[in-house]
C-alpha cells in the first residue's frame, strides 16, 4: 500500500524559511518513472501545484515561485523535502504531498499539514 | 499568466446531471493537457476522480466521466447523489513538468 505522510513545524515566522518532509511507503522515489509533487491550499481556497521531483532528480517548479522553492530527496530515507524561503502569512495552507504518476493524476495524497505563517 | 478556468459555483437537483467545465485563459484545452479531475470534501485530501481526460480513477462510479466539450474539458455527473455535494479541481499539465490547478467548482445538491 502506498502511503505518504507529511511532516513539518505548525507555525513559523515571517521571513522565515519553511521545510517541509514527505516520508513515502510503498514506493521508491528511485525507482524508474517515480515522482512526487508538493500542493498546497490556503484556507477556503484553491490548491496550488508548487514543485515536482523525479527519480531522476528532475526538478520542476510553479512559474509563481520558484524563486523561493526548492524541491530535493533523500533516497535512502525515502524522503522528499520542500523548502520555501521568506515566508509571509499568505503562505499559510494546508501542504500536501502526492505521488505523480503522470498524465495529470495525483494519488495518493498524503494527510497534509497546516501551517501557519505569524509573528 | 495562464488561469485555469472553472465555474466558482453549481448546482443539481439530486438525480440530475451537471456538466462542470475547465478552460484556459488563453487558448484550448486538449487532451495533451491531460486535464484531470479531482473531488474535495471540507477537511479532506483531494481524491482522484478522473486523470488523462476521461480515464476513471479506481474505485470511481461510472457516473462520473470526463471529455472535451468545445475548448474546454469537462467533468460529467449523472444521476448525481448528496454525497456528490463538495469542490470540485481540475488540474491541467502545461508542459515543463508544470502543473496548474483551477480554482475549483463548489457543487451544491439540492
Known amino acids: 500500500q502506498v502511503t505518504l505522510k507529511e511532516s513539518g513545524p505548525a507555525l513559523v515566522k515571517p521571513t522565515q524559511t519553511l521545510t517541509l518532509t514527505c516520508t513515502l511507503s510503498?514506493?521508491?522515489?528511485?525507482?524508474?518513472?517515480?515522482?512526487a509533487s508538493w500542493i498546497r491550499q490556503p484556507p477556503g481556497k484553491a490548491l496550488e501545484w508548487l514543485a515536482r521531483i523525479d527519480w531522476d532528480d528532475g526538478k520542476f517548479y510553479s512559474t509563481s515561485l520558484e524563486t523561493r522553492l526548492t524541491i530535493s530527496k533523500d533516497t535512502s530515507k525515502n524522503q522528499v523535502v520542500l523548502t520555501m524561503t521568506n515566508m509571509d502569512p499568505v503562505d499559510t495552507a494546508t501542504y500536501y504531498c502526492a505521488w505523480y504518476h503522470g498524465s495529470g493524476r495525483f494519488d495518493p495524497w498524503g494527510q497534509g499539514t497546516l501551517v501557519t505563517v505569524s509573528s | 499568466q495562464t488561469v485555469v478556468t472553472q465555474e466558482p459555483s453549481f448546482s443539481v437537483s439530486p438525480g440530475g446531471t451537471v456538466t462542470l467545465t475547465c478552460g484556459l485563459s488563453?487558448?484550448?484545452?486538449?487532451?495533451?493537457?491531460?486535464p484531470s479531475w479531482y473531488q474535495q470534501t471540507p477537511g479532506q485530501a483531494p481524491r482522484t476522480l478522473i486523470y488523462?481526460?476521461?480515464t476513471r480513477s479506481s474505485g470511481v462510479p461510472d457516473r462520473f466521466s470526463g471529455s472535451i466539450l468545445g475548448n474546454k474539458a469537462a467533468l460529467t455527473i449523472t444521476g448525481a447523489q448528496a454525497d456528490d455535494e463538495s469542490d470540485y479541481y481540475c488540474v491541467l499539465y502545461m508542459g515543463r513538468g508544470i502543473s496548474l490547478f483551477g480554482g475549483g467548482t463548489k457543487l451544491t445538491v439540492l
Open positions: 488563453s487558448g484550448s484545452v486538449t487532451t495533451s493537457y491531460y
Open positions: 488523462s481526460t476521461n
Open positions: 510503498g514506493f521508491s522515489l528511485s525507482t524508474s518513472g517515480m515522482r
